[in-house]
Protein backbone atom coordinates (compact mmCIF):
# COMPACT_ATOMS: atom_id res chain seq x y z
CA UNK A 1 0.00 0.00 0.00
CA UNK A 2 1.74 3.28 -1.42
CA UNK A 3 1.28 6.25 1.12
CA UNK A 4 -0.81 8.55 -1.00
CA UNK A 5 -3.58 5.04 -0.04
CA UNK A 6 -2.74 5.36 3.55
CA UNK A 7 -3.13 8.79 4.01
CA UNK A 8 -6.60 8.62 2.65
CA UNK A 9 -7.76 6.11 4.44
CA UNK A 10 -6.49 8.27 7.83
CA UNK A 11 -8.17 10.94 6.66
CA UNK A 12 -11.38 9.31 6.04
CA UNK A 13 -11.37 7.93 9.43
CA UNK A 14 -10.81 11.16 10.68
CA UNK A 15 -13.94 12.84 8.72
CA UNK A 16 -15.87 9.48 10.04
CA UNK A 17 -14.85 9.67 14.04
CA UNK A 18 -15.85 13.70 13.12
CA UNK A 19 -18.87 13.40 11.49
CA UNK A 20 -20.52 10.68 14.39
CA UNK A 21 -19.03 13.04 17.17
CA UNK A 22 -21.18 15.80 15.59
CA UNK A 23 -23.47 13.53 15.17
CA UNK A 24 -23.52 12.98 18.98
CA UNK A 25 -23.93 16.30 20.05
CA UNK A 26 -26.28 17.09 17.44
CA UNK A 27 -28.68 14.03 19.20
CA UNK A 28 -27.62 14.59 22.61
CA UNK A 29 -28.61 18.83 21.66
CA UNK A 30 -31.76 18.09 20.26
CA UNK A 31 -33.12 15.24 23.34
CA UNK A 32 -32.11 17.64 26.03
CA UNK A 33 -34.25 20.40 23.73
CA UNK A 34 -37.12 18.11 24.00
CA UNK A 35 -36.92 17.05 27.65
CA UNK A 36 -36.92 20.97 28.14
CA UNK A 37 -40.37 21.29 26.65
CA UNK A 38 -41.36 18.38 28.59
CA UNK A 39 -40.21 19.77 31.95
CA UNK A 40 -41.98 22.69 31.28
CA UNK A 41 -45.00 20.67 30.73
CA UNK A 42 -44.61 18.74 33.72
CA UNK A 43 -44.01 15.54 32.55
CA UNK A 44 -41.19 14.61 34.08
CA UNK A 45 -40.60 11.36 33.83
CA UNK A 46 -41.14 11.81 29.51
CA UNK A 47 -38.46 14.41 30.29
CA UNK A 48 -36.20 12.26 32.20
CA UNK A 49 -36.22 9.83 29.25
CA UNK A 50 -35.37 12.87 26.84
CA UNK A 51 -32.49 13.44 29.49
CA UNK A 52 -31.21 9.72 29.41
CA UNK A 53 -30.73 9.82 25.36
CA UNK A 54 -29.03 13.02 25.85
CA UNK A 55 -26.33 11.59 27.96
CA UNK A 56 -26.21 8.15 26.25
CA UNK A 57 -25.30 10.08 23.35
CA UNK A 58 -22.45 13.00 25.23
CA UNK A 59 -21.75 10.71 28.08
CA UNK A 60 -19.68 13.55 29.59
CA UNK A 61 -22.33 16.87 29.47
CA UNK A 62 -23.05 17.54 33.13
CA UNK A 63 -26.14 19.51 32.28
CA UNK A 64 -27.78 16.63 30.87
CA UNK A 65 -27.50 14.54 34.57
CA UNK A 66 -28.47 17.50 36.30
CA UNK A 67 -31.47 17.96 34.16
CA UNK A 68 -32.59 14.16 34.42
CA UNK A 69 -31.96 14.92 38.61
CA UNK A 70 -34.43 18.04 38.67
CA UNK A 71 -37.11 15.38 37.38
CA UNK A 72 -36.82 13.37 39.41
CA UNK A 73 -36.26 15.44 42.74
CA UNK A 74 -40.17 16.77 40.99
CA UNK A 75 -41.12 13.26 41.32
CA UNK A 76 -40.09 13.30 44.81
CA UNK A 77 -38.15 10.25 43.37
CA UNK A 78 -35.01 11.40 45.86
CA UNK A 79 -32.85 8.62 45.36
CA UNK A 80 -32.91 8.43 41.65
CA UNK A 81 -32.49 12.24 42.13
CA UNK A 82 -29.51 12.11 44.64
CA UNK A 83 -27.54 9.70 41.34
CA UNK A 84 -28.12 11.96 39.00
CA UNK A 85 -26.86 14.89 40.68
CA UNK A 86 -23.84 13.16 42.11
CA UNK A 87 -23.01 11.59 38.26
CA UNK A 88 -23.53 15.42 37.75
CA UNK A 89 -20.50 16.21 40.27
CA UNK A 90 -18.20 13.77 38.49
CA UNK A 91 -18.72 14.81 35.02
CA UNK A 92 -18.08 18.43 36.60
CA UNK A 93 -17.27 18.97 39.90
CA UNK A 94 -17.85 22.81 40.51
CA UNK A 95 -20.92 22.51 39.59
CA UNK A 96 -22.50 23.88 42.95
CA UNK A 97 -26.00 23.59 42.55
CA UNK A 98 -25.86 19.54 42.30
CA UNK A 99 -24.44 19.55 46.42
CA UNK A 100 -26.84 22.06 47.34
CA UNK A 101 -29.99 19.88 46.15
CA UNK A 102 -28.25 16.70 47.48
CA UNK A 103 -27.51 18.59 51.09
CA UNK A 104 -31.23 19.80 50.72
CA UNK A 105 -33.02 16.34 50.35
CA UNK A 106 -31.06 14.91 52.95
CA UNK A 107 -31.88 17.79 54.87
CA UNK A 108 -35.56 16.88 54.14
CA UNK A 109 -34.40 13.84 54.87
CA UNK A 110 -33.16 14.13 58.73
CA UNK A 111 -29.67 13.10 57.86
CA UNK A 112 -28.06 16.26 59.41
CA UNK A 113 -24.57 15.15 59.10
CA UNK A 114 -25.16 14.50 55.41
CA UNK A 115 -26.41 17.27 54.75
CA UNK A 116 -23.50 19.52 56.33
CA UNK A 117 -21.20 17.98 54.20
CA UNK A 118 -22.81 18.31 51.20
CA UNK A 119 -23.33 21.97 51.57
CA UNK A 120 -19.67 22.29 52.98
CA UNK A 121 -18.52 21.07 49.92
CA UNK A 122 -20.84 23.32 48.12
CA UNK A 123 -18.87 26.06 49.93
CA UNK A 124 -15.51 24.52 49.07
CA UNK A 125 -16.39 24.71 45.19
CA UNK A 126 -18.58 27.57 44.55
CA UNK A 127 -16.57 30.56 43.15
CA UNK A 128 -18.77 33.25 43.70
CA UNK A 129 -18.10 34.55 47.23
CA UNK A 130 -22.19 35.54 48.04
CA UNK A 131 -23.36 32.32 47.09
CA UNK A 132 -20.28 30.59 49.42
CA UNK A 133 -22.02 32.97 52.18
CA UNK A 134 -25.19 31.56 51.64
CA UNK A 135 -24.28 28.08 51.92
CA UNK A 136 -22.58 28.27 55.38
CA UNK A 137 -25.35 30.52 56.72
CA UNK A 138 -27.80 27.49 55.86
CA UNK A 139 -25.23 24.98 57.42
CA UNK A 140 -25.29 27.23 60.83
CA UNK A 141 -29.45 27.44 60.83
CA UNK A 142 -29.36 24.11 60.35
CA UNK A 143 -26.64 23.46 63.70
CA UNK A 144 -28.13 26.38 65.69
CA UNK A 145 -31.22 24.82 65.16
CA UNK A 146 -30.33 20.84 66.29
CA UNK A 147 -28.57 23.15 69.35
CA UNK A 148 -25.28 21.33 67.89
CA UNK A 149 -23.61 24.53 68.63
CA UNK A 150 -20.16 23.53 69.03
CA UNK A 151 -19.88 22.39 65.73
CA UNK A 152 -20.68 25.93 64.71
CA UNK A 153 -17.48 27.93 65.12
CA UNK A 154 -15.72 26.81 62.20
CA UNK A 155 -18.17 27.58 60.05
CA UNK A 156 -18.48 31.39 61.29
CA UNK A 157 -14.39 31.13 60.66
CA UNK A 158 -14.74 29.79 57.24
CA UNK A 159 -17.64 32.88 56.15
CA UNK A 160 -15.81 35.48 58.40
CA UNK A 161 -12.60 35.14 56.19
CA UNK A 162 -14.55 35.92 53.40
CA UNK A 163 -16.96 38.64 54.53
CA UNK A 164 -16.08 39.67 58.66
CA UNK A 165 -18.92 42.13 58.44
CA UNK A 166 -21.70 39.99 57.04
CA UNK A 167 -24.94 40.39 59.44
CA UNK A 168 -26.27 37.20 59.23
CA UNK A 169 -22.77 35.71 60.23
CA UNK A 170 -22.12 38.12 62.67
CA UNK A 171 -25.37 37.43 64.00
CA UNK A 172 -24.88 33.36 64.16
CA UNK A 173 -21.50 33.96 65.71
CA UNK A 174 -23.28 36.53 68.71
CA UNK A 175 -25.85 33.42 68.78
CA UNK A 176 -23.64 30.69 69.11
CA UNK A 177 -21.15 32.42 71.45
CA UNK A 178 -23.99 33.57 74.06
CA UNK A 179 -24.98 30.02 73.92
CA UNK A 180 -21.70 28.97 74.76
CA UNK A 181 -20.86 31.44 77.68
CA UNK A 182 -18.70 33.48 75.46
CA UNK A 183 -20.58 37.00 76.13
CA UNK A 184 -17.56 39.37 75.54
CA UNK A 185 -17.69 38.03 71.78
CA UNK A 186 -21.43 37.81 71.96
CA UNK A 187 -21.54 41.30 72.47
CA UNK A 188 -18.35 42.26 69.56
CA UNK A 189 -20.23 41.10 66.90
CA UNK A 190 -23.24 42.49 67.82
CA UNK A 191 -21.83 45.71 68.33
CA UNK A 192 -20.62 45.36 64.79
CA UNK A 193 -23.58 44.11 63.44
CA UNK A 194 -25.99 47.16 64.72
CA UNK A 195 -23.67 49.32 63.18
CA UNK A 196 -24.77 48.28 60.19
CA UNK A 197 -28.39 48.40 60.70
CA UNK A 198 -29.61 52.15 61.31
CA UNK A 199 -32.88 52.40 60.64
CA UNK A 200 -34.09 49.15 60.02
CA UNK A 201 -37.42 47.79 60.55
CA UNK A 202 -38.33 45.91 64.08
CA UNK A 203 -38.74 43.04 61.65
CA UNK A 204 -35.44 42.78 60.77
CA UNK A 205 -33.37 44.18 63.50
CA UNK A 206 -35.16 42.53 66.45
CA UNK A 207 -32.63 39.08 66.51
CA UNK A 208 -29.43 41.49 66.95
CA UNK A 209 -30.80 43.75 69.68
CA UNK A 210 -31.85 40.29 71.56
CA UNK A 211 -28.85 38.75 71.26
CA UNK A 212 -26.86 42.34 72.00
CA UNK A 213 -28.79 42.43 75.09
CA UNK A 214 -28.94 38.78 75.96
CA UNK A 215 -24.61 39.11 76.37
CA UNK A 216 -24.84 42.66 77.86
CA UNK A 217 -26.83 41.18 80.35
CA UNK A 218 -24.46 37.86 81.60
CA UNK A 219 -21.81 40.12 81.46
CA UNK A 220 -24.05 42.47 84.26
CA UNK A 221 -24.59 45.43 82.18
CA UNK A 222 -28.16 45.57 83.31
CA UNK A 223 -28.74 49.03 81.93
CA UNK A 224 -27.08 48.49 78.11
CA UNK A 225 -28.97 45.21 77.99
CA UNK A 226 -32.21 47.11 78.79
CA UNK A 227 -31.37 49.32 76.10
CA UNK A 228 -30.73 46.95 73.91
CA UNK A 229 -33.92 44.90 74.60
CA UNK A 230 -35.99 47.84 74.32
CA UNK A 231 -34.99 48.02 70.45
CA UNK A 232 -35.61 44.22 70.42
CA UNK A 233 -39.24 44.13 71.88
CA UNK A 234 -41.11 42.36 69.22
CA UNK A 235 -43.28 39.43 68.26
CA UNK A 236 -41.72 36.52 69.80
CA UNK A 237 -38.68 38.14 71.14
CA UNK A 238 -40.90 39.82 73.72
CA UNK A 239 -41.42 36.51 75.44
CA UNK A 240 -37.93 35.89 75.44
CA UNK A 241 -36.90 39.21 76.69
CA UNK A 242 -39.88 39.10 79.85
CA UNK A 243 -37.92 35.78 80.43
CA UNK A 244 -34.47 37.03 80.53
CA UNK A 245 -35.43 40.17 82.16
CA UNK A 246 -36.79 38.28 85.29
CA UNK A 247 -33.19 37.38 85.64
CA UNK A 248 -32.02 40.61 85.99
CA UNK A 249 -34.02 40.71 89.38
CA UNK A 250 -32.34 39.79 93.01
CA UNK A 251 -35.51 37.56 93.74
CA UNK A 252 -34.39 35.07 90.42
CA UNK A 253 -31.25 34.23 92.11
CA UNK A 254 -32.60 34.39 95.92
CA UNK A 255 -35.17 31.63 94.71
CA UNK A 256 -32.33 29.69 93.67
CA UNK A 257 -30.20 30.43 96.60
CA UNK A 258 -33.45 28.81 98.36
CA UNK A 259 -33.94 25.97 96.60
CA UNK A 260 -29.97 24.80 97.24
CA UNK A 261 -30.50 25.47 100.76
CA UNK A 262 -33.47 22.95 101.12
CA UNK A 263 -31.84 20.36 99.83
CA UNK A 264 -28.43 21.59 101.63
CA UNK A 265 -26.17 22.69 99.00
CA UNK A 266 -25.04 25.59 100.63
CA UNK A 267 -21.52 26.16 98.25
CA UNK A 268 -24.31 26.50 95.64
CA UNK A 269 -26.34 28.32 98.02
CA UNK A 270 -23.94 31.49 98.54
CA UNK A 271 -23.25 31.47 94.83
CA UNK A 272 -26.60 32.54 93.99
CA UNK A 273 -27.00 34.52 96.96
CA UNK A 274 -23.78 36.37 95.47
CA UNK A 275 -25.57 36.77 92.04
CA UNK A 276 -29.21 38.77 94.18
CA UNK A 277 -26.55 40.94 95.74
CA UNK A 278 -24.41 41.64 92.59
CA UNK A 279 -27.87 42.68 91.42
CA UNK A 280 -29.31 44.70 94.82
CA UNK A 281 -26.32 45.11 97.49
CA UNK A 282 -28.76 46.06 100.21
CA UNK A 283 -31.66 43.08 99.62
CA UNK A 284 -32.15 41.66 102.87
CA UNK A 285 -33.82 38.42 102.36
CA UNK A 286 -30.04 37.16 101.06
CA UNK A 287 -28.46 38.19 104.21
CA UNK A 288 -31.03 35.93 106.03
CA UNK A 289 -30.58 33.29 103.89
CA UNK A 290 -26.70 33.80 104.70
CA UNK A 291 -27.67 34.14 108.30
CA UNK A 292 -29.81 30.37 108.15
CA UNK A 293 -26.56 28.84 106.24
CA UNK A 294 -24.28 30.03 109.02
CA UNK A 295 -26.65 28.53 111.81
CA UNK A 296 -26.82 25.65 110.18
CA UNK A 297 -22.90 25.13 109.98
CA UNK A 298 -23.01 25.81 113.42
CA UNK A 299 -21.34 29.67 112.72
CA UNK A 300 -23.60 31.26 115.45
CA UNK A 301 -21.70 34.75 115.62
CA UNK A 302 -21.65 34.79 111.53
CA UNK A 303 -25.14 34.07 111.80
CA UNK A 304 -25.93 36.65 114.34
CA UNK A 305 -23.76 39.07 112.02
CA UNK A 306 -25.48 38.62 108.79
CA UNK A 307 -29.45 38.81 110.31
CA UNK A 308 -27.98 42.21 111.79
CA UNK A 309 -27.23 43.19 108.49
CA UNK A 310 -30.69 42.49 106.91
CA UNK A 311 -32.40 44.58 110.00
CA UNK A 312 -30.29 47.28 109.62
CA UNK A 313 -30.81 47.33 105.45
CA UNK A 314 -35.01 47.09 105.97
CA UNK A 315 -36.68 49.66 105.78
CA UNK A 316 -40.35 48.64 106.05
CA UNK A 317 -41.09 49.08 109.54
CA UNK A 318 -43.46 46.33 109.93
CA UNK A 319 -40.69 43.90 107.45
CA UNK A 320 -37.58 45.06 110.25
CA UNK A 321 -39.46 44.38 113.43
CA UNK A 322 -39.99 40.86 111.50
CA UNK A 323 -36.28 40.40 110.90
CA UNK A 324 -35.52 42.32 114.25
CA UNK A 325 -37.08 39.12 115.87
CA UNK A 326 -35.66 36.42 113.78
CA UNK A 327 -32.54 38.27 114.70
CA UNK A 328 -33.09 37.67 118.85
CA UNK A 329 -33.81 34.79 118.22
CA UNK A 330 -30.40 34.09 116.71
CA UNK A 331 -28.58 36.29 119.47
CA UNK A 332 -30.50 33.90 122.19
CA UNK A 333 -29.08 30.62 120.49
CA UNK A 334 -25.56 32.29 120.29
CA UNK A 335 -26.07 33.32 123.80
CA UNK A 336 -25.85 37.18 123.24
CA UNK A 337 -28.86 37.64 126.18
CA UNK A 338 -27.57 41.58 125.95
CA UNK A 339 -28.25 42.37 122.14
CA UNK A 340 -30.88 40.70 122.47
CA UNK A 341 -32.63 43.38 124.79
CA UNK A 342 -31.01 45.78 122.87
CA UNK A 343 -32.37 44.77 119.75
CA UNK A 344 -36.13 44.27 121.37
CA UNK A 345 -36.40 47.52 122.80
CA UNK A 346 -35.71 48.37 119.05
CA UNK A 347 -38.74 46.85 117.99
CA UNK A 348 -40.85 47.84 120.85
CA UNK A 349 -39.86 51.50 119.97
CA UNK A 350 -41.79 51.16 117.06
CA UNK A 351 -44.29 48.58 117.89
CA UNK A 352 -44.51 48.67 122.28
CA UNK A 353 -47.31 46.07 122.27
CA UNK A 354 -45.19 43.07 120.35
CA UNK A 355 -45.76 40.06 122.54
CA UNK A 356 -43.04 38.19 121.22
CA UNK A 357 -40.52 41.13 121.85
CA UNK A 358 -41.51 41.37 124.98
CA UNK A 359 -41.18 37.75 126.15
CA UNK A 360 -37.71 37.58 123.94
CA UNK A 361 -36.51 40.48 126.00
CA UNK A 362 -38.09 39.21 129.55
CA UNK A 363 -36.07 36.02 128.72
CA UNK A 364 -32.90 37.67 127.82
CA UNK A 365 -33.45 39.80 131.01
CA UNK A 366 -33.65 36.51 133.40
CA UNK A 367 -31.06 34.71 131.50
CA UNK A 368 -28.63 37.27 132.12
CA UNK A 369 -29.36 37.62 135.56
CA UNK A 370 -31.56 40.91 135.55
CA UNK A 371 -33.94 39.23 137.34
CA UNK A 372 -36.49 42.09 139.02
CA UNK A 373 -36.44 43.41 135.35
CA UNK A 374 -37.92 40.02 133.65
CA UNK A 375 -40.24 40.29 136.71
CA UNK A 376 -41.30 43.76 135.27
CA UNK A 377 -41.54 42.93 131.78
CA UNK A 378 -43.77 39.51 132.64
CA UNK A 379 -45.96 42.25 134.30
CA UNK A 380 -46.49 44.47 131.01
CA UNK A 381 -47.31 41.15 129.36
CA UNK A 382 -49.77 39.30 131.60
CA UNK A 383 -51.60 42.56 132.41
CA UNK A 384 -52.54 43.12 128.59
CA UNK A 385 -55.55 40.69 128.52
CA UNK A 386 -55.37 39.23 125.55
CA UNK A 387 -53.01 36.35 125.82
CA UNK A 388 -54.79 32.82 125.43
CA UNK A 389 -54.34 30.61 128.33
CA UNK A 390 -51.19 28.97 127.01
CA UNK A 391 -49.27 32.31 126.68
CA UNK A 392 -50.41 33.32 130.13
CA UNK A 393 -48.96 29.82 131.32
CA UNK A 394 -45.24 30.46 129.70
CA UNK A 395 -45.47 33.97 131.11
CA UNK A 396 -46.05 32.85 134.04
CA UNK A 397 -43.32 29.98 134.14
CA UNK A 398 -40.61 32.76 133.36
CA UNK A 399 -41.93 35.45 135.93
CA UNK A 400 -42.26 32.38 138.86
CA UNK A 401 -38.36 31.64 137.83
CA UNK A 402 -37.62 34.91 137.89
CA UNK A 403 -39.10 35.47 141.01
CA UNK A 404 -37.54 32.72 142.69
CA UNK A 405 -33.70 33.95 141.75
CA UNK A 406 -34.70 37.09 142.77
CA UNK A 407 -35.57 35.66 146.61
CA UNK A 408 -39.23 36.82 146.20
CA UNK A 409 -41.08 33.19 147.02
CA UNK A 410 -44.35 34.60 147.77
CA UNK A 411 -44.63 36.03 144.12
CA UNK A 412 -43.02 32.93 142.83
CA UNK A 413 -45.32 30.71 144.54
CA UNK A 414 -48.42 32.85 143.01
CA UNK A 415 -46.83 32.56 139.45
CA UNK A 416 -45.92 28.96 139.24
CA UNK A 417 -50.10 28.40 140.53
CA UNK A 418 -50.59 30.59 137.41
CA UNK A 419 -48.31 28.65 135.36
CA UNK A 420 -49.85 25.42 136.30
CA UNK A 421 -53.52 26.30 134.52
CA UNK A 422 -51.46 25.86 130.95
CA UNK A 423 -50.84 22.17 130.46
CA UNK A 424 -47.28 22.07 128.32
CA UNK A 425 -46.67 23.96 132.07
CA UNK A 426 -48.34 22.29 134.16
CA UNK A 427 -45.64 19.79 135.55
CA UNK A 428 -42.57 21.77 135.72
CA UNK A 429 -44.51 24.82 137.37
CA UNK A 430 -45.35 22.28 140.04
CA UNK A 431 -41.69 21.09 141.18
CA UNK A 432 -41.04 24.30 141.15
CA UNK A 433 -43.86 25.02 143.32
CA UNK A 434 -43.39 21.95 145.47
CA UNK A 435 -39.51 23.10 145.91
CA UNK A 436 -40.71 26.59 147.86
CA UNK A 437 -43.25 25.49 150.12
CA UNK A 438 -40.75 22.03 151.10
CA UNK A 439 -42.95 19.62 149.50
CA UNK A 440 -40.29 17.76 147.37
Not at 122 to 138: G, P, R
Not at 304 to 317: G, L, N
Not at 326 to 336: K, L, P, S
Request: charged share 25%; net charge positive.
Amino acid sequence: MNLNHSRNILGFCLFYLLCLNCWSQGAGAEAYKKGKVLERAKSYPEAAAQYQIAYKAEPDNHKYYYAEGMCYYKLKQFDLAIASFQRTIEKSPDFTGAYSLIAKIYLNQKDYDKAVSYYDEAFNHEKDQTKKIQYKILILQMLTKLKRDDEAPPHIADAKSIDPNNLEILYYDAKVSNVKGDHAQAKESMLIATSQLLDAPPAKSAKFYYELGVAYNELGDYANAKSAWDKANFGSYSKMIAAQMSKNSPVYFYRAAVSYFMVGEYEKSEEKITEALNIQKDYSPAFVLRGKIAKKQGNFAEAVSYYKQAAEMETDPVKKSALELQFVGMQIDAGDYNGGIKTCNSILGVDPANRKALYDKGFCQYKSGQYAAAISTMDILLSGGTADSKSKAQYSMLLGLAAAKNRDNDRAKEAFKAAMAGGPFKAAAKSEYDKLTGNQ
